[in-house]
Each structure stands twice: as C-alpha cells, then as structure tokens.
C-alpha cells in the first residue's frame, strides 16, 4: 500500500515524483565526505539515482576520492541488483579508520545505468559526515538502503517500519 507523501514546500521534491525505474541525474552540488578525521572526497561530479519513495543516493566519481581511501573489501564481496548489475564492495580507508564494505561500485553496469561506471555510492552513517552543499545529510532508514535525506527531500522513505512493501 502507497503511503501518503509528505507535504512539499518551496525548493523541496518529494521522493514520491521519483520514477520507477530508477534515473540517474548529474548534479554540481558540492558533495563532501569525511572520514576518520579528513576529507576523502570532494566534488562537483556527483550524480544522483532517483527511485520512487527512496531518498537520491549520490553516486561520487572514484577519481574525486583521495587516493588509497578505497580499497576492495575483504569482508563483503558483492550483491546483484536486477537494474544496475553487479556490486562490489569497498572499505572506506583514512589513516588507521577503516569502515568495512561502506562503500559500493557498479564496475560493468547494466547499459541503462552505464553512467555510475567509475563512481562509488556510499552509507552515510559509517563515516564521520557526508555534507551536500555544507547541509549534513541523513542516511535513509533502515540501514540496508543507501539514500542520502536534505532538507530539499521529503518522503516519507522506503526504509522505515512497515515500509517493506511500498
């Protein structure tokens, strides 16, 4: 059962005009991520996948990452995911901070996602704050989804409970 979207105001979009299947849209939002006590990346790059009742997850060119904060993770390998492909897995790397399987990369996906090629996607939660254009972002509920909430995007969002069947 669809729930009923929360109310939109001025500069916000509701997760619920997102469409199904999902679309990716550029974006040159400042995106930063901060990790074990550094910048590990910054951009302008980031494209955002947008799906109905889902909050966007940002996907970050792996080049705009600082060097040797990804790496393969050796405690999750991959998942399959019946639009984008196959995923795999990265840890999160700053010094002796390391966030296993915190991160994930569509290394050959689906032609109709070809454009998150080279980016990686990321939980919010497991690093010291995600920041888009200086807003901290919030992860989506639930844990198992990667969405990140702004104030520009209102759900309610897949993810919380009950929400399994939406």
Do not use: N
Not at 113 to 128: G, P, Q
Not at 135 to 149: D, L, T
């Amino acid at each position: 059962m669809r729930p009923k979207p929360d109310p939109v105001g001025s500069g916000q979009e509701s997760v619920w005009s997102y469409p199904r299947p999902p679309i990716v849209v550029p974006s040159a939002r400042r995106v930063v991520v901060r990790f074990g006590g550094i910048v590990v990346c910054d951009t302008r790059r980031a494209l955002r996948l947008l799906e109905t009742s889902h909050p966007p997850t940002w996907y970050l060119p792996r080049a705009d990452f600082v060097a040797g904060s990804l790496r393969p993770s050796s405690s999750r390998g991959s998942s399959f995911c019946a639009g984008k492909g196959m995923a795999s897995y990265l840890d999160l790397v700053a010094g002796e901070h390391v966030a296993a399987s915190t991160a994930w990369t569509y290394l050959s996906p689906t032609a109709a996602f070809a454009t998150i090629a080279d980016h990686v996607a990321l939980y919010a939660a497991a690093t010291d704050g995600c920041f888009v254009d200086d807003e901290r972002v919030r992860a989506q509920p639930g844990g198992f989804y990667g969405g990140w909430i702004t104030d520009d995007v209102v759900g309610p969002f897949k993810g919380i409970p009950g929400s399994s069947g939406w």
